[in-house]
């Protein structure tokens, strides 16, 4: 296996976690056919990501991690990798 097949392999793996922990702090995760770059959004109380269908894992995991970024962590629980991320991210 090289080295850019275990790196897609360790952005897939990441984006299951990210996603998970979306869902579970009430992120709605979209993915559409939409030819842009997608984004992060409000849309009355919620918080959606959206993201093109064939938009690679890298840009998927940046969407859903800044969403999660922007919710109110004190209750919600993070995997220890996540966690990692968004304190970087915050740095």
Known sequence: MSAED??????????G???ETAVNAGIEV????I???GGVCRLQ?????V??????????NRLILDA???????HLYL????????EEDDS
């Open 6 to 15: 275990r790196n897609i392999g360790n952005h897939r793996e990441l984006f």
């Open 17 to 19: 976690l990210l996603y």
């Open 35 to 37: 030819n842009r770059k």
């Open 45 to 49: 109380e919620r918080l959606v990501v």
């Open 79 to 86: 995997p220890p990798r996540v966690r990692r991320l968004l």
């Open 68 to 74: 999660i970024s922007q919710v109110n962590r004190d």
């Open 51 to 60: 993201y093109d269908a064939q938009a690679p894992f890298h840009e998927r």
């Open 30 to 33: 979209i993915e559409d056919r």
